[in-house]
């Protein structure tokens, strides 16, 4: 059994490792997802967030962002998470299977220009990645935030953030904190009314 305050020492120091390689790798592609948001919300569109389990979380986390706020008191974003409604999500799940509950919400609100983020560790769930089909047949712009080298969802994305990582932990930590910064980032550059 190892101590605790090995476990942590050891934690902590993935996690710089990771951070340091992130930063270092993904900037600019981070920068990039900044401006198709920022450009996508100015007219209007909808930006889609989804996920499983402690993705699932984060991606109701960043939508709340969007349509409450970050930092700055100003008008609501349009952004909804496609893995907050236990009543869609059942019935999806129970008429058409667990791999069609995000795919058939984005056939159903999904249009054109419109955004879809997916989060997921491990890029391989069915779900997720028959969500970017689905997007992709709708001319929906994805983004897809992972590690594991992107799994199979990687080709199925207009456009990916892929944290140097295979630990699920890790993963979740870098995709909270790209999903803070380009939600800040928006915030900071996007033509929107402050609410005083």
Same mark, same amino acid.
């Given at each position: 059994m190892r101590e605790s305050k090995k476990i942590i020492k050891e934690n902590f120091k993935e996690h710089f490792y990771t951070l340091k390689n992130t930063e270092k790798n993904l900037i600019n592609k981070i920068e990039k997802i900044v401006i198709i948001l920022k450009n996508q919300l100015e007219k209007k569109k909808l930006i889609m967030w989804c996920g499983n389990g402690g993705s699932a979380s984060?991606?109701?986390?960043? /939508?709340?962002?969007? *349509?409450?706020?970050? $930092?700055?008191?100003?008008?609501?974003?349009?952004?909804?998470? &496609?893995? #907050?409604?236990?009543?869609?999500?059942?019935?999806?799940?129970n008429d058409f299977g667990y791999e069609n509950i995000f795919s058939r919400q984005i056939e159903g609100l999904g249009k054109k220009g419109d955004v879809l983020i997916c989060l997921t560790t491990s890029?391989? /769930?069915?779900?997720? *990645?028959?969500?970017? $089909?689905?997007?992709?047949?709708?001319?929906?712009?994805?983004? &897809?935030? #992972?590690?594991?080298?992107?799994?199979?969802?990687?080709?199925?994305c207009n456009h990916n953030i892929i944290i140097p990582s295979k630990s699920t932990a890790r993963i979740q930590e870098m995709q909270l904190l790209i999903g803070h910064s380009i939600i800040e980032s928006i915030e900071d550059k996007i033509r929107i009314k402050n609410i005083s």
């Open positions: 984060d991606s109701m986390h960043l /939508s709340t962002e969007l *349509i409450g706020r970050y $930092k700055k008191k100003r008008r609501a974003l349009r952004s909804v998470s &496609l893995s #907050s409604d236990q009543a869609t999500l059942t019935c999806i799940a890029g391989n /769930s069915k779900n997720i *990645i028959n969500a970017l $089909k689905c997007a992709k047949k709708k001319k929906i712009i994805s983004i &897809l935030i #992972s590690g594991n080298k992107g799994g199979k969802c990687k080709i199925q």
